[in-house]
Nanobody
Framework: VQLQASGGGLVQAGGSLGLSCAAS????????VGWFRQAPGKEREFVTA????????YYTGSVKARFTISRDNAKNTVYLQMNSLKPEDTAVYYC?????????????????????WGQGTQVTVSS
């Protein structure tokens, strides 16, 4: 499966952005999908993930109540709605997917568990 992330940009602190991760090549409905981000000079970190059916969502603590992940399997797309953005949210955001039904924090938050990655989209939040 090929992943294409889009929707990044420049926004002021407190603003909102919506990212999309579109998949092509295979049916997306049986893939766990996650979003990761990497700021300059820092390691890639887990942001959020969603299960096959969308029934389970996982969020890292710093984005809970501000970010929302969702998916539309009919459109082969996963979305990340980001509200109340902060300068520390500035990073390149990557979507990732895996055919395994990843469950549990240890699995969904580990970059090594995902076999497919998109190219990344830059999110910059100005103060």
């Amino acid at each position: 499966v090929q992943l294409q992330a889009s929707g990044g940009g420049l926004v002021q602190a407190g603003g909102s952005l919506g990212l999309s991760c579109a998949a092509s090549g295979r049916t997306f409905s049986r893939y766990t999908v996650g979003w990761f981000r990497q700021a300059p000079g820092k390691e890639r970190e887990f942001v959020t993930a969603i299960s096959w059916t969308g029934g389970n969502e996982y969020y890292t603590g710093s984005v809970k109540a501000r970010f929302t992940i969702s998916r539309d399997n009919a459109k082969n797309t996963v979305y990340l709605q980001m509200n109340s953005l902060k300068p520390e949210d500035t990073a390149v955001y990557y979507c990732a997917a895996d055919q395994d039904q990843l469950t549990g924090w240890g699995s969904v938050s580990s970059p090594g568990r995902y076999g497919y990655w998109g190219q990344g989209t830059q999110v910059t939040v100005s103060s």
